[in-house]
């Protein structure tokens, strides 16, 4: 496909080798990188959108991102979510959870896990409120630790839509996580909901017994 060999020219055009040595170690060598930092990494999508932006449809957003997921260059993954991010938001299909799992469960790690879960999860359910049921149980209850994150945090851009229950239900379900990433993810969700609630979170975690960690998380903006 055009679009994505025009990205990957650019992305070697502006490639940094001791740039990406110092992204490498940083997220712990799970990833190669071109070197090429954010903004710039940005304005080079940006550019290459703007060239094709007439062929860029829901059908081929999907593939580009599909494509883009099974390259070994961290910064090709975060262009995969941002234009799925862009070209979707208020046009997913129901089957597009599907995908949207994939996504999760590829090249799994913290910085992708935690966009999606929030941009394209969180997007997707306000946009098929009766999936969340169903959706959010199975991510709960799946084996993969990035599923349960993407439960716990899909609703950090909810503020006073928060389904309240919901997310102290899940945090019960997974309190006892030793997982730092659970752990982590329970604090900032409940943290996040403080911010329109802050009596409902003081309330559920003063009897919610929660990990260290998740509960010095939670209280950070109400202590």
């Known amino acids: ?13 502006h490639a940094d080798a001791e740039q990406a040595r110092a992204m490498e170690a940083y997220m712990k060598d799970l990833f190669s990188y071109y070197g090429i930092k954010a903004p710039v990494r940005k304005t080079i999508l940006k550019e290459t959108i703007n060239n094709f932006k007439n062929e860029l449809s829901r059908d081929t957003i999907i593939e580009i991102a599909n494509t883009l997921n099974q390259d070994l260059h961290r910064e090709l993954h975060y262009c995969a979510m941002e234009l799925v991010d862009r070209f979707l938001k208020k046009k997913y299909e129901v089957d597009d959870i599907y995908f949207i799992e994939k996504m999760i469960t590829t090249n799994s790690w913290w910085d992708t896990v935690d966009f999606i879960a929030k941009h ?18 199975k991510f709960s209850l799946s084996k993969d630790m990035w599923l ?28 006892s996580s030793n997982e730092f990433f659970i752990r982590k993810a329970i604090g900032w969700a409940l943290r996040e909901y403080s911010k329109v609630n802050p009596e409902a979170v003081q309330l559920y975690v003063s009897s919610a017994k929660l990990k260290p960690l998740s509960e010095k998380e939670a209280l950070k903006r109400i202590q």
């Open 1 to 13: 496909m055009k679009f994505i060999t025009e990205l990957l020219s650019k992305f070697e055009n």
């Open 120 to 137: 394209i999860l969180g997007n997707y359910l306000l946009q098929f409120p009766d999936q969340t049921q169903v959706v959010i149980t």
């Open 148 to 175: 349960n994150r993407s439960a716990i945090l899909f609703q950090l851009g909810y503020k006073d839509k928060t389904d309240a229950q919901l997310l102290f239900s899940l945090c019960d379900h997974h309190k």
